[in-house]
């Protein structure tokens, strides 16, 4: 007897008993294991304490989860600057925790995993977060001469984008100072 399988899939792993019968004394029977193995597939994910989007100081999980058969031989976290981050393996799934999350840690994150079996596989999740201005250059005092052009720069740090606002400016009304009224 010969039985095949095409296309075997992973749902086909477990363990089978047979059973051999022809009517006549006693059947025979017998178990086997099938262990399909297959490449990895990685799903990376951010978890974060605030619905808000991320801002500098929150708390930012990023959960790296993989599938694959034999276990993963190397789990991978490579982030901005392509910095490797160790990872914590915690009931099958590796994560890496950013405490204290600040604007240097704003990039995409890459979660690579292998098993010798295919190819390996990646996923990828961009961190933004957000923080208030940071004004590192600002108009001084001017003296100009009237008529001339005045151009007032700053250099400010933020995400989102800052706008400038400028209040209490010179009134624009021409005011008469000789006494006369028209």
Known sequence: FTYTINDIERSFSGDYTWTASNGVEYDITGTFTIDVQYPPNVTLSLDQDSSDGI????????????????????????????????????????????????????????????????????DTVNIDVEYGPSVTNSPDNLTVTEGETVTLSWTVDSNPNSTIDITDLITLTPTSTDGDTQ
Do not use: K
């Open 55 to 122: 801002e500098e100081g929150d708390l930012v999980v990023l959960t790296c989860d993989v599938d694959s058969n034999p276990t993963p031989s190397s789990v991978t976290l490579t982030g901005p600057g392509d910095d490797d981050y160790d990872l914590t393996l915690t009931s099958g799934v590796y994560s890496y925790t950013i405490d204290n999350v600040s604007s240097s840690d704003s990039g995409t994150y890459t979660c690579t995993a292998s098993n010798g079996i295919g190819d390996d596989d990646t």
